[in-house]
């Protein structure tokens, strides 16, 4: 009988993270899923440990083993307020979550980035997004999921004018999007969390698995 796992989610309480955390705790797949938030989702289960915390400080208990990590962190550099803040959400965090959680036994490394992901990028955000994709990989995790959507569509908590413009626009414009274009259609939050539940459970080959937008659809 295979056993049962350890997830650790980050950014559960967001756009994606939301979904992820109900696939997680209905899963049979995992005994238990220990959350970080900053402020609780309030949800309860009896699989859900949550733990309100400052992401500046993460840790886990030293006897605490884990499996499956499962980052759901990032905002956008108008939120964040200054490029320092953004970088220390969207690259620090999911860095440093890493560390602790492979010092205590991780497998698995899942994380949203963005498409157009490049550290030779010539734009903040997407060379930010570059930036930790590599420094993860140094990290040598059996198995590490980068997944890449374009823009990103659901109800979100906050109301962002820009965004909304976007999605009614892609919405507009995604049945002429095909072919190398594909891969740039809007995706929905629930999309991208079904996708990264269902590559934790498949194990593919290779220890680095990319998913653009389009193949994020498919999974």
Request: with cysteine.
């Amino acid at each position: 009988m295979e056993k049962e796992r350890v997830a650790v989610l980050a950014g559960a309480t967001g756009l994606v993270g939301s979904h992820l955390l109900q696939l997680l705790i209905k899963s049979p797949r995992y005994k238990k899923v220990i959350s970080f938030v900053r402020t609780s989702s309030g949800i309860h289960h009896e699989k859900l440990d949550e733990r309100v915390i400052s992401f500046d400080t993460m840790k886990l208990l030293p006897h605490e083993e884990v499996d499956d990590v499962f980052c759901c962190l990032g905002t956008t550099i108008k939120k964040a307020g200054t490029k320092e803040n953004f970088k220390r959400v969207d690259f620090y965090y999911p860095l440093e979550l890493a560390k602790v959680c492979k010092g205590h036994g991780a497998e698995q490394y899942l994380v949203i980035s963005a498409i157009g992901a490049s550290e030779d990028s010539r734009f903040f955000y997407s060379r930010v997004k570059g930036e930790v994709e590599q420094e993860l990989k140094k990290l040598h995790f059996k198995r590490l999921h980068i997944f890449r959507p374009s823009l990103l569509v659901g109800d979100r908590k906050e109301f962002r004018l820009g965004e909304k413009t976007g999605e009614i626009f892609s919405r507009m414009i995604r049945p002429v999007m095909i072919g190398k274009w594909r891969k740039y259609r809007s995706i929905s939050a629930e999309q991208v969390a079904f996708g990264m539940y269902t590559s934790a459970q498949s194990f593919p080959d290779g220890t680095v698995n990319i998913y653009e937008s389009d193949e994020i659809q498919r999974l």
